[in-house]
């Protein structure tokens, strides 16, 4: 099966049909979503809470995200693969952004990127475009600037920010972004975005009447647990069963219970009983 293209995204809004949208940021994970059919994988900056550590998304590095994009890349056959951009990678300049974007394309095998921002970013969006590289947008709750919206809190709760949402959606989609992820806001407000863009909105937190949905791999398989956002529904509760891995393969060793014969190799006790040692 050949693999996804924006143009495919883009005729799935226009056929009624939903999007799957995950994270991944190693092989294995992008392999295993990959062969569960998901149609786009992100490359989240995410990564840097989940994988990397960090208290946030902003000390992520385009090193750091290319490194992981790359893993990802080796792993996905079908799903298109994008790479997200990570704080100050875009926002100097457009020309710096074209560059940066590129890299994702050129180095990591990416076939498309996402950042973040509403109508403050559309000349960004424009000329990544206009170099022959695919864009997904991202209004809303956007991490990198969190600070800056009063922390991770829900978006667009009164009028006048409603419809700046609104405009944001519009004037990515008008920039030539060909998918829009809208993050935390009321499911109505996501519908009427969706409703107003040509382009198919990606929801995490913005309701049902999105065109596509997406997680962070990490949340829906309960494998990160400082923080649960009201948005994540587990679809699998790892953490309890992945330490309790842990913990016999340490009891088994430390007893000699582990490895036993079955998971040995059998012989070699008289390879070296003429050796003079």
Do not use: W
């Given at each position: 099966m ?6 495919e ?10 999007i ?18 998901v ?6 900056d995410?990564?840097?809470?989940v994988?990397?550590?960090?208290e ?40 710096d952004a ?19 921002g ?12 206009k170099a ?10 956007t991490p990198?600037t969190?600070?800056?919206l009063?922390?991770y ?5 009164d009028?006048e920010?409603?419809r ?8 990515v ?8 992820v809208?993050e935390?806001?009321p ?8 409703e ?7 929801g995490?937190?913005?309701?049902p009447?999105?065109d ?8 829906l398989l309960?494998?990160f647990e400082?923080?649960?956002?009201k ?7 790892l953490s309890p ?5 842990f913990?016999?393969y340490?009891?088994?060793?430390k ?13 070699g006790?008289?390879?070296l009983q003429?050796?003079?040692a």
């Amino acid at each position: 099966m050949a693999r996804i293209t924006p143009p495919e995204i883009v005729a799935k809004k226009q056929n009624g049909e939903k999007i799957t949208m995950l994270t991944a940021y190693d092989y294995s994970m992008a392999a295993m979503i990959d062969q569960a059919g998901v149609d786009m994988i992100l490359v989240g900056d995410s990564l840097g809470m989940v994988v990397l550590g960090y208290e946030s998304t902003v000390p992520v590095t385009m090193e750091e995200m290319l490194h992981h994009a790359k893993a990802v890349s080796r792993g996905a056959r079908q799903a298109l693969v994008v790479g997200d951009m990570p704080f100050m990678s875009y926002q100097v300049n457009p020309e710096d952004a074209v560059k940066n974007a590129g890299r994702f394309i050129k180095e990591a095998g990416c076939q498309a990127i996402k950042l973040e921002g509403g109508i403050e970013q559309a000349q960004t969006i424009e000329a990544i475009v206009k170099a022959g590289i695919p864009v997904v947008g991202h209004i809303g709750l956007t991490p990198q600037t969190a600070t800056a919206l009063g922390g991770y809190k829900l978006q667009a709760k009164d009028a006048e920010s409603a419809r700046k949402l609104l405009d944001d959606g519009r004037a990515v989609a008008e920039a030539g972004a060909f998918a829009l992820v809208i993050e935390c806001v009321p499911s109505g407000i996501g519908k009427a975005v969706s409703e107003s863009v040509h382009i198919p909105t990606i929801g995490i937190g913005a309701g049902p009447h999105c065109d596509g949905q997406v997680l962070v791999t990490n949340d829906l398989l309960g494998m990160f647990e400082k923080f649960t956002p009201k948005f994540v529904k587990k679809f699998a509760d790892l953490s309890p069963i992945i330490k309790d891995a842990f913990s016999r393969y340490v009891d088994e060793v430390k007893s000699g219970e582990f490895p036993d014969e079955e998971h040995s190799f059998p012989g070699g006790d008289s390879l070296l009983q003429s050796y003079d040692a």
